[in-house]
Structures are given as C-alpha cells and as structure tokens.
C-alpha cells in the first residue's frame, strides 16, 4: 500500500504546493579499482564538455536543501527549490530528520526536486541502520538494532539487513546512503561511534562492510563507507572539534583499513573522508590532506570512485576553518565532493576563483566531475 501511494505521489509530484521555505602487517593484494563508466558515446564526456565552470563546480556538492533555497527547515520543494537548482545545480541534496514528516511528504518533495535538475542529483540520507537511521526514524522503515549486534551473523546478516535498507529508502527516491560505517571500535571509551561499529575486530567488519555495500548497490542504493581513514580508536566528536587517532600507518594498514579494502572491492561507489587526524602521517585532517586522499586512499587503496568529505559543517572544519578555505583544501587534497559546507556560496566561490586564478587547475575540478558524472549514469540516476 506505501509503495502505491509512493508512486502516485512521484507521478503527481509536479503539481506539489510551493515551498513554504594491531599484530604485523599482513601480505595483500592491493584492489584494482573498477573501470570508469564509459559507454560507446561517452556520455560522461558529452555532458561535461557542455557545461559551465559554475555548473561543474556545483556539481561537486552536496548541500542540505535549506542551503540553497534560504528557508528555515524545509518540508516541501516548490518555487524556491526550483529557483535555487536552476541558479546552483548541486551535484546532490542531504535530507536530515528534519525534513522529513512523513512518508507522502517525503516522495513529493524528493520527486520535485529531481524533476527541477537540469542534471539529476544524488538524493541522499544517513540511514545506517540502528542508531542513526533517519528514515526508520521519520518515514515508518525497519527498524534495526545498533549494527554491532549482529557481528555474529556476520556477512550474511549485514547483506540482509542492507537489502532491506535499501528498498526502503529507494521508495522515496533516496539514492546514495551514507553507509556502511567501516571503522573498526577499537577503542571502548569511543561512544560516538561504539555500537555504530559492525565489530571491534578489523577481518569481521570487512567482511560485514564488504556484504554491505554489495546489498546496497545491488538493490539500486549508491553505498559511502565511512570514516576513512578510521574513527573506531579515537576519543572525540569531530561534530564538536579535532578528534585524533595515535595509529601508526602500518597500524592502520593492519586493522582500520581492512573494511575499507574490503567495501573498495566490493564496489562501492563513494568513500567519506572523515575529520580525523593522525599526527603520524599529517598534521590536518583526512579530510584536507593530500597524503591520506591521494596518496593512500586513492593510491595505495587503489580506490577509483568518488571520495565525499564528512559534512564540512562539523566543529572540527567550521571552528578552524573558513568555507573558503575548507573547500580549496579538500579539492586540492583530492576530494571529489564536499558535503554540507557551512556556507555553500563561499565555497563554491572560492573553488571557482581558485580555478580562474590558476591555483586549482580546471583538468582537477574535471577529473571529480567526470567521476561524479560517470556514477550517475552507471546507476541510473540520469536518465
């Protein structure tokens, strides 16, 4: 009956109201990353050669709704949205719990604001399932116990429990999921991660992770696993400043990054660098260094998709630095997307300056917008 009614909601959605708004290093093969989407035609590269720097830069973000549109909490998408896509084509919109009052409310509103793309966006949530889970929350989805729970059904219950995930929310149109958490709970006095964890040992949440980003994108769901480089040892919320982690990068090869191989060669689309600082490889966080972006994550993890920045509204980006410079940091560190900038219109100014003034080649901005680009078309999300 939910899914009927979803689906006449989306059909009608046009003629919605306005808005009113660890031990040795072990012996592994390094993944290869998948191949790029390219079809005969290469579309990616059509549609890239045709558009605008401002359009290419905007793509690269993904903004809460209200961050466009100016409106207080927005519950509808009408004019202003329509207004606001038209002037800044963000590469995609986050809904928080907030937004969310119902399940017709959610499909017209997403419905709306796909069909006012001129390039269809990533429509995403944060429904791990357990402790955060927006949609269960809000929409009337399963609800699940904290992911540490099930280390014992291991792979098996994480993919079941992800295939579940992902019908419910690609009901409503939702289709990235910011998900898997891939650390590692090492570290007991760790709450704001804790039972977000699938395990506190590395090889049981590769595998858990690994399932999981399968069952997601196997179901229609863009997967993010999250946080790179690790956020299971730290003490700290990077919600509220700096969080550290005193591994050493064979410790982390060793243990933190086992989940994060193991959802690279499962596929996954997207990996969130988290604001975490490990004084042993970088002084900033993962989220602006070019060391643990580039070097390792893309290099030496061999992952090819899209790295998306935790939102960069977080105390550890917004009390340290500006819009400005977070955005140029995490673009030049080798971030494809920024998530939730704490001012949307300084960042995307200042990454456009950046290239007008040539401290950020326009080939840079390119390489993350054809990866972004090439994931929309592979997983139907332009259509």
Not at 326 to 355: Q, R
Request: charged residues 25%; hydrophobic residues 45%; aromatic residues 6%.
């Amino acid at each position: 009956m939910l899914c009927e009614l979803v689906i006449k909601l989306a059909a009608l959605a046009a003629s919605a109201s306005v808005c009113a708004s660890c031990a040795a290093v072990p012996d592994r093969e390094i993944p290869v990353p998948d191949e790029p989407y390219i079809s005969e035609t290469d579309e990616a590269g059509e549609m890239l050669e045709a558009m605008t720097l401002h359009e290419k830069i905007c793509q690269m973000f993904i903004v809460r709704p209200e961050s466009i549109t100016g409106v207080d909490t927005a519950v509808q998408a009408g004019e202003a949205t329509k207004a606001a896509l038209e002037k800044y084509p963000v590469g995609g919109i986050i809904y928080g719990a907030d937004n969310l009052t119902g399940a017709e409310q959610a499909a017209a509103m997403i419905a709306n604001t796909v069909s006012y793309s001129k390039i269809q966006p990533f429509i995403s949530v944060d429904e791990e399932g357990g402790l955060v889970a927006r949609a269960a929350q809000k929409l009337g989805t399963t609800k699940f116990e904290p992911m540490y729970r099930y280390r014992d059904g291991g792979a098996a219950k994480a993919s079941e429990i992800y295939e579940t995930i992902a019908g419910d929310i690609k009901q409503f149109g939702f289709n990235l999921d910011y998900a898997p958490v891939a650390d590692v709970w090492t570290n007991p006095e760790n709450t704001v991660i804790g039972e977000r964890a699938f395990s506190d040992d590395p090889d049981e949440a590769a595998a858990m992770v690994g399932a999981a980003v399968a069952a997601l994108q196997d179901n229609g769901v863009c997967a993010a696993v999250k946080h790179f480089p690790g956020h299971g040892n730290t003490q700290g919320d990077s919600h509220e400043g700096f969080v550290y982690s005193d591994r050493t990068l064979d410790e982390l090869r060793a243990c933190e990054f086992l989940p994060f191989k193991a959802g690279i060669d499962a596929g996954t689309d997207f990996v969130m660098a988290g604001h975490i600082i490990i004084p042993d490889i970088d002084s900033a966080p993962a989220s602006l260094s070019h060391t643990l972006i580039t070097d390792i994550l893309k290099g030496e993890l061999g992952f090819g998709g899209i790295v998306i920045t935790d939102g960069m509204e977080m105390g550890a980006i917004a009390d340290n630095y500006s819009s400005a410079d977070a955005a140029v940091l995490a673009v030049k560190a080798g971030c494809d997307m920024i998530l939730e900038p704490a001012d949307f219109y300084e960042a995307a100014d200042a990454l456009t300056a950046a290239v007008e003034s040539g401290g950020i080649g326009e080939e840079r901005i390119d390489e993350s917008v054809r990866k972004i680009l090439e994931c929309k078309l592979r997983r139907g999300i332009i259509n």
